[in-house]
Every structure is written in C-alpha cells, then in structure tokens.
C-alpha cells in the first residue's frame, strides 16, 4: 500500500521547524500544510542590494577621503596590526579559528569562530536528538524575533 504524501511528512523527524499537516485536507496527492511566517530569500538579497547601491551612490556623491593627506601619520601607532600580521602561520591559524568562549567571539565579532561553534553545535544537538528540541526551539523562537527586528530595519 502506498503512504500519501500527509504520512510521508509526517514521518520526517527534522529538528527544524516544519509546517503541520493538515490530514483532514489532505489527500493521496495533495498535502495541506499550515502556513508559517518567515523572511524570504529574494527580500533579503534586495535589501542587501538595496543598502550596497545606496552606499555606493553616498561614496561616490560625498567622495570621503579625497584631499586628505597622511603624509604626517605617525607609523609607529601600527605597531600592534603589524605584529599581529608578522606573527601569523598555520598553528596560529587553527588555533584562531577554535574560540574561547562563543560570547568573547560574539563581542569581539569573530565570524570564523562563530561559525565553527554554530556547526559543532548543530551536529551535537543533532546526535541528542528529541532531548535538544526545547533548546532547539528557544532558538527559533529568539531567531524569529531577531530576524523581526532586522525587517522593521
């Protein structure tokens, strides 16, 4: 006997949030799912679009930097960028990309560690399974009021 398309979903164990179906509408070929907000790709590429034209417009209406002269910059005031650069090799490397503490990265806005403690968590609360489905949905929850506020943007 074949599963319609309602019990196929409905066997999908996803940590994500998928839309309930409808079994009552729902038939052999047509599946009802519940309707749930989000943001859609295509409008955050326009806004980033958007914002990148806009910019790009000021700089070359407002033109910032021209006429200024850094003939008399004191170099020795970049001593600590260039000691960070001097110093950096592939031990350095791995071991910059491994983060202290997923807030210090966060505050110092180290995107590559945050990244990297993103995936490892994802893959752990993965392997739990249904025991990381309350931490899993506070998550959702937090990152549907954030992405609100970065619409109202």
Same mark, same amino acid.
């Given at each position: 006997? %074949?599963?319609?398309?309602? *019990? *196929?979903?409905?066997?999908?164990?996803?940590?994500?949030? $998928?839309?309930? &179906?409808?079994?009552? @509408?729902?038939?052999?070929?047509?599946?009802? !799912? %519940?309707?749930? %907000?989000? =943001?859609? !790709?295509?409008?955050?590429?326009?806004?980033?679009?958007?914002?990148? @034209?806009?910019?790009? #417009?000021?700089?070359?209406?407002?033109?910032?930097?021209?006429?200024?002269?850094?003939?008399? =910059?004191?170099?020795?005031?970049? $001593? *600590?960028?260039?000691?960070?650069?001097?110093? #950096?090799?592939?031990?350095?490397?791995?071991? /910059?990309?491994? &983060?202290?503490?997923?807030? *210090?990265?966060?505050?110092?806005? %180290?995107?590559?560690?945050?990244?990297?403690?993103?995936?490892? #968590?994802?893959?752990?609360?993965?392997?739990?399974?249904? /025991?990381?489905?309350? =931490?899993?949905?506070? !998550?959702?929850?937090?990152? /549907?009021?954030?992405?609100?506020?970065?619409?109202?943007?």
């Amino acid at each position: 006997m %074949e599963l319609g398309y309602c *019990e *196929e979903f409905s066997k999908l164990d996803i940590i994500l949030q $998928t839309p309930k &179906p409808y079994r009552e @509408l729902s038939t052999k070929k047509v599946l009802v !799912l %519940e309707y749930i %907000e989000g =943001v859609s !790709l295509s409008k955050l590429i326009n806004k980033k679009i958007n914002s990148l @034209l806009i910019g790009m #417009f000021w700089v070359n209406t407002l033109q910032p930097g021209v006429g200024l002269k850094l003939g008399n =910059v004191d170099v020795s005031t970049a $001593t *600590e960028v260039v000691e960070k650069t001097v110093g #950096f090799s592939s031990q350095n490397f791995i071991e /910059h990309i491994i &983060p202290k503490s997923i807030v *210090e990265a966060m505050a110092t806005n %180290e995107i590559l560690q945050i990244v990297i403690f993103s995936i490892f #968590f994802g893959l752990a609360a993965a392997s739990i399974g249904n /025991h990381a489905k309350p =931490v899993v949905n506070a !998550l959702d929850k937090t990152s /549907h009021i954030i992405l609100k506020m970065i619409n109202s943007i």
